[in-house]
């Protein structure tokens, strides 16, 4: 009743005060797997050598929040807990293959009802179709990045030839052509790049050929003093990185050069283009194959060469996809400064979650290790973000769905678990959280244990029910998170800090029991 009370004044309130129009857009570029370390925004190890320009200038003109992360490092899951500023055991999306209780309250519904043009395009990944949305169109599942399937709102699905993040860019800016200019608008762009398999536009082959990407410190990671659950990972580029799925080395292309596993999949990317798109990418990979399967046979590469070659090959093609996710974000930007929107649309960036990005030896994410408990959020919204602003408050997306609300002018119901960052992007942090929950539910494709912990602004707690095990990091003196000091009598108070801390989040969130032991 009070929800209602309230509704019915704002909207009152805003027939009174301002045209529809005058209330901020919100434009939610939004990408899958990019992590900080590949947005030079954020100033990391590839910042030199893979500079993401467009992307940057959301930071230089608007704001980028120095720790964002995610409440539970796996897609659906984050998606999920967006559109309902809920953790995943409260909007029930706790695993990818969950299908999403579409009856739900989400943020895109009360936009919707309170007046905004809605539309999503791109990967959703959440099974039941879009609701809240004037328009949609988007990926079956994963979705691909040559010449992608895209469902339209009729349930059919149209195949269109080009590269998923050209596409998904070209639609949202018919979306926005078509639009209804009367009302503010609430678009989520949503690229498929640079998720697994990693492939670029056929453009973007070989931009990084002239440079040698510095590999992370810790890609020959051996996994002691941790949890024993990390030895069972099945994420490492040197045993689990497929060779034709992965690495783009066809198995047509060997001769009778035998490389070692992993070697299970195909090249689904690979057959769905043309013969003309398929020549582009064979001129690129298939001289470079040949020297590689050359060596190889030749007895000319270390296991330890192997796995640097193979880091080469992951990271090149994975910031390659970064481009396109960069360019596209240049456009949507400069769609808005062409037709005089700039000033009045609040432009968010931001990734499903991180990335390893050979940290750990490691690809894939799911771990709420800092690489893939990470996500990049950048925010520009002129007059209300202080332009180079760098907030330090401890966010994580189940903030966002409360963001959009108050910037709509909306209320937010009492049940939603996250805050508004509002606040931390006008510059006050003075009543802001001091430590934040995780969970991870999968035990599937990877092998990453359920595990579950908080962080605050220097530790990290972390507890695997599976085998009752628990990890605590000092962020500050490990920054890689290399060795646990949870049986360390030095960290006796703040492991029971720690500990009382998660009891108490897990309590304010009404989380459900941890997993039985094994
Ligand atoms: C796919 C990928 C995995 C990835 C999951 C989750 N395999 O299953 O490597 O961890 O998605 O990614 S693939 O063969 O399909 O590429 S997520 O972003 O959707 O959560
Ligand atoms: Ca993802």
Redesign the pocket.
């Known amino acids: 009743m009070r929800l209602l009370l309230f509704r019915l004044t704002v909207v009152l309130l805003l027939a009174a005060n301002a045209t529809a129009a005058d209330r901020p857009n919100i434009l939610f570029l939004f990408s ?2 990019h992590a900080i370390n590949a947005i030079s925004a954020y100033g990391g190890p590839l910042a030199d050598v893979a500079p993401t320009p467009h992307i940057d200038r959301i930071a230089k003109e608007g704001s980028v929040f120095l720790n964002s992360f995610c409440a539970n490092s ?3 899951p984050s998606r999920a807990t967006i559109l309902t500023g809920k953790h995943s055991h409260k909007n029930g999306f706790m695993r ?1 293959g969950n299908n999403f209780d579409a009856t739900q309250w989400t943020v895109a519904k009360e936009l919707q009802q309170g007046g905004y043009s809605t539309a999503v395009i791109g990967k959703w ?1 959440l099974k039941s179709s879009p609701e809240g949305f004037d328009h949609w169109e988007v990926f079956p599942g ?1 979705g691909n990045y040559y010449n992608p399937v895209f469902i339209q709102m009729d349930g059919s699905r149209k195949k269109f030839e080009g590269y998923a993040t050209d596409l998904t860019t070209d639609k949202a800016i018919s979306w926005l052509e078509q639009r209804d200019p009367t009302k503010p608008f609430f678009l989520m762009c949503q690229h498929k790049a640079p ?3 990693f492939s670029p536009a056929l453009r973007h082959l070989g931009v990084l050929d002239d440079v040698t990407i510095p590999e992370p410190a810790t890609l020959f990671d051996d996994y002691a003093n941790r949890s024993s659950t990390l030895r069972g990972n099945e994420m490492e580029i040197d045993r689990h990185f497929d060779w034709a799925y992965d690495a783009k080395v066809r198995k047509d292309e060997r001769g009778s050069v035998q490389l070692p596993k992993p070697d299970r999949y195909g090249t689904p990317e690979y057959n769905r283009m043309t013969d003309s798109q398929k020549a582009k990418w064979d001129a690129y990979f298939g001289p470079r194959n040949k020297l590689f399967l050359a060596d190889f046979a030749a007895g000319k590469l270390s296991d330890e060469d192997v796995v640097r070659w193979k880091y080469q090959r992951y990271i090149k093609n994975y910031l390659s996809t970064v481009r396109a996710v960069d360019e596209s974000v240049g456009r949507m930007l400069d769609y808005l400064d062409r037709h005089d929107l700039t000033d009045n649309t609040i432009v968010i960036y931001s990734s ?1 979650q991180g990335f390893f990005l050979g940290e750990h030896g490691w690809y ?1 994410k799911r771990w709420m290790f800092e690489e893939s408990f990470r996500m990049p959020f950048l925010a520009r919204w002129p007059g209300h973000i202080r332009p180079g602003s760098r907030p330090s408050g401890l966010i994580q997306n189940i903030d966002y769905a409360p963001t959009f609300l108050q910037i709509a002018g909306l209320p937010c119901p009492d049940d939603v678990q996250g805050r508004s960052l509002v606040p931390l992007m006008k510059g006050d942090d003075s009543h802001w959280r001091s430590s934040l929950y995780y969970a991870y539910y999968e035990l599937g ?2 092998a990453v244990p359920q595990h579950f912990g908080v962080r605050t602004d220097r530790h990290k707690l972390i507890y695997f029910p599976l085998t009752d095990e628990w990890n605590l990091f000092d962020l500050q003196r490990d920054p890689q998170e290399l060795q646990s000091v949870h049986a360390s009598v030095d960290y006796r108070q703040t492991r029971a800090e720690l500990e009382a801390e998660f009891l108490r989040l897990r309590t304010e969130f009404e989380a459900p029991p941890f997993p039985a032991r094994r």
């Open positions: 899958d797997d796996i897609c659906g990818n990944h994963q998720h697994r398999t499903d894939d494709e990877h």
